[in-house]
């Protein structure tokens, strides 16, 4: 089974520094590009960026650049969200999701269709003074 | 940036409506449009992709139509598992520029 495990929750105060992690089984790691979505409480779904884990070639959305980090070790089939230094308003849950693709006429349309196919549970970040 | 629009934000639905969801985008996107279902507390789940391409494990209950800029989620006879937030997503271009729209909370009636 195909599965991405994020760790647990986690509270901080403004200024500290943070790691979450997100690790995947059941597949080839470095096959899929993992990205991150942000979810504000009671809000909707923002995407954040992601990775590829094969060579770490990183894109973030203009929304997010310079505001995070996302890194891979794909000797442990691990994905990284960071922030160096967090704000209240980053509270809020955060998912990985693996970046599949399909196919859907082939003799018509030639193009790769991508979704995120495989969630994880989330991870809930508090920053609070 | 491609914006998304949904409507409704939320409708109250009765066990075996039927029931549409519309997500517009702000330039074509050709096919390039996925629904997501998310339930209080938990990660979102795929349902289409490539705006009717059924997810395997889907009910056919959904459906999805629609191609350029206007999309519409179609459930054919709303179920109780079905009460839950639907989200559209744009895949087309570069994938950290991928866009969900705003949700649309169905509600039990």
């Known amino acids: 089974e195909v599965q991405l495990v994020q760790s647990g929750a986690e509270v901080k105060k403004p200024g500290q520094s943070l790691k979450i992690s997100c690790k995947g089984s059941g597949y080839s790691f470095t096959s899929h590009l993992i990205g991150w979505a942000r979810q504000m409480s009671g809000k909707g779904l923002e995407w954040m960026g992601l990775?590829?884990?094969?060579?770490?070639?990183?894109r973030y959305s203009p929304s997010f650049q310079g505001q995070v980090t996302i890194s891979a070790d794909a000797s442990i089939n691990t994905v990284y969200l960071q922030w160096g230094s967090l704000k209240a308003s980053d509270t809020a849950m955060y998912y990985c999701?693996?970046?599949?693709?399909?196919?859907?006429?082939?003799?018509?349309?030639?193009?790769?269709?991508?979704?995120?196919?495989?969630w994880g549970q989330g991870t809930a970040v508090t920053v609070s003074s | 940036d491609i914006q998304m629009t949904q409507s409704p934000s939320s409708l109250s639905a009765s066990v075996g409506d039927r029931v549409t969801i519309t997500c517009r985008a702000s330039?074509?996107?050709?096919?390039?449009l996925n629904w997501y279902q998310q339930k209080p507390g938990k990660a979102p789940k795929v349902l289409i992709y490539a705006a009717s391409s059924l997810q395997s494990g889907v009910p056919s209950t959904f459906s999805g139509s629609g191609s350029g800029t206007d999309f519409t989620l179609t459930i054919s006879s709303v179920q109780p598992d079905d009460f839950a937030t639907y989200y559209c997503q744009q895949s087309f271009g570069a994938p950290q520029m991928y866009t969900f729209g705003q949700g649309t909370k169905v509600d039990m009636k």
């Open positions: 999701a693996l970046l599949a693709h399909s196919y859907v006429d082939t003799d018509v349309d030639p193009h790769k269709y991508y979704f995120l196919d495989v």
């Open positions: 330039q074509s996107i050709g096919r390039f």
């Open positions: 990775i590829d884990p094969e060579d770490s070639d990183t």
